[in-house]
């Protein structure tokens, strides 16, 4: 059977694709490997009527509402390649099924790559994050620390200070600041330290210190940290998908990429704040762009 569509990737961009094709009454397969870029968090925000939904539970009811759609089907499988044949995809996946398909949206977002601190993957998802917007306010008016080691630490040291004014700034053994920027922060009472980070401490994910290589050690109760981002899959750059510097798979503002009839929507584009709401909100721009697509060569 030839499927108008396959989604790779079940996330909110993906999610809300399926939503959007299954509604126009396309035949199309959404592939979840269910190993979400959000799982250490307990909840996720900033999503009207859904904020502090765990995001387990944002899936449970996204699937639910995806059933009433007779023309989706929901494979919890790993896409392992896909491959462009006269004119159409062969998707693969892991059990070995293969499918034929006019169209493809990558929804396979993106992966958390954190500084090489001891402790610091047990602290993340639950006292310590990457994103103010998603979590700042839970962290409002606490002794925090911005962990950074390269330029962004100028800039989420500005954001932080936002929601909290006790702030520590930590380059892990990196000079960053110019003197302009040291004064600046120095006015704002921001305390830079440039040690070596020897450990994160705390007890069931909550931060409590920092210990330093020459024994210093701060107190703290929470922060945010500048990781880098890599793309989770393979799948764009193995089907020639140009890529930004930053290393996001470059599309249109419908989510349309350079390889014919595939797209790509949420994280994995990094042209936007890594929210939930944002991510769904690409996945439904590239639907609507496949869906006009179809009927134009159809009709």
């Not at 896409?79 to 929804?107: H, M, N, P």
């Amino acid at each position: 059977m030839l499927l108008d569509c396959v989604i790779v990737g079940g996330g909110p961009a993906g999610l809300n694709a399926s939503l959007v094709l299954a509604r126009a009454n396309k035949k199309i397969v959404l592939f979840d490997e269910d190993k979400p870029r959000n799982a250490v968090t307990y909840e996720s925000h900033g999503f009207i009527t859904r904020d502090r939904i765990k995001p387990s539970e944002f899936k449970r009811l996204a699937k639910e509402e995806l059933k009433e759609y007779p023309s989706l089907e929901i494979r919890h499988q790993r896409v392992t390649a896909i491959q462009k044949q006269d004119g159409f995809f062969l998707v693969q996946a892991d059990d070995g099924i293969s499918y034929r398909t006019r169209k493809v949206i990558l929804a396979t977002g993106l992966k958390d790559i954190l500084p090489d601190i001891e402790g610091i993957y047990d602290m993340y998802g639950t006292s310590l994050f990457s994103c103010p917007f998603c979590d700042g306010w839970e962290l409002r008016d606490r002794p925090l620390v911005v962990i950074a080691e390269d330029e962004r630490a100028m800039h989420l040291a500005k954001m932080i200070f936002n929601w909290s004014k006790d702030l520590v700034v930590c380059t892990n053994g990196k000079t960053l600041f110019s003197k302009e920027q040291n004064e600046l922060l120095t006015k704002k009472n921001i305390i830079v330290v440039e040690d070596e980070i020897e450990s994160l401490q705390g007890d069931k994910g909550q931060l409590k210190k920092i210990r330093f290589k020459n024994g210093k050690e701060i107190e703290r109760e929470g922060g945010f940290v500048a990781s880098k981002l890599k793309q989770a899959s393979a799948l764009a750059e193995s089907l020639g998908c140009a890529m930004s510097e930053m290393g996001g798979i470059e599309t249109d503002d419908f989510g349309r990429t350079e390889v014919e009839g595939l797209f790509a929507s949420g994280d994995n584009s990094i042209v936007a704040p890594a929210q939930l709401i944002i991510a769904a909100s690409e996945g439904s721009k590239a639907a609507i762009a496949v869906v006009a697509e179809l009927v134009n060569e159809d009709f």
